[in-house]
């Protein structure tokens, strides 16, 4: 596989479009990973919802790093955006305190408690989703796909 400068790989004969971000760990940084998304989705005429949802999934994976990844004392997120012919993969990387995937999100009577509902949302919008983290282990990655419609 050859990959050029704009990041673009190409190998036999399907194409593989590939951009890899690295943000500090800090809110305000999350917008770029959208933007990132709309130009990835400008290569291809992506239908407005699928780039919705896309958008919707990535902002919660990168947010989830962001608020729970690192102390006060920073980091940075890892995002690769890959564009195949039948499908757009994501890969978030953090380098932060790990989590347990399968935790569920909690409720005080109808009302929803911090946290737990990010992932949810991803597993809804997703076609695949691989979270690789644990609980006090260092570094989470979670991947997810979205197939596209032909």
């Known amino acids: 596989m050859v990959s050029d400068r704009a990041g673009v790989e190409t190998g036999g ?3 593989l479009q590939a951009i890899r971000l690295r943000i500090p760990a800090r ?3 999350v917008a770029l990973c959208r933007l990132a998304m709309t ?4 290569v291809r005429s992506l239908e407005e ?3 919705a949802d896309l958008k919707l999934a990535l902002t ?3 947010s989830n790093s962001v608020r729970h990844a690192y102390a006060d004392d920073g980091g940075h997120v890892d995002i690769l955006y890959e564009l195949g012919p039948d499908r757009v993969r994501v890969e978030v990387v953090d380098d932060g305190a790990g989590f347990d995937p399968d935790e569920k999100p909690s409720y005080e009577g109808d009302d929803l408690v911090e946290g737990g509902l990010g992932i949810a949302i ?3 919008i997703a076609d695949d989703l691989e979270i690789d983290s644990k609980p006090g282990v260092r570094g989470s990655t979670l991947r997810f796909v979205k197939l596209l419609n032909r």
Do not use: F, M
Not at 39 to 42: F, N
């Open 13 to 15: 004969s399907e194409s």
């Open 27 to 29: 809110p305000e940084y």
């Open 39 to 42: 130009g990835l989705a400008q």
């Open 49 to 51: 919802d699928t780039v």
């Open 60 to 62: 919660e994976a990168v």
């Open 122 to 124: 991803i597993r809804t």
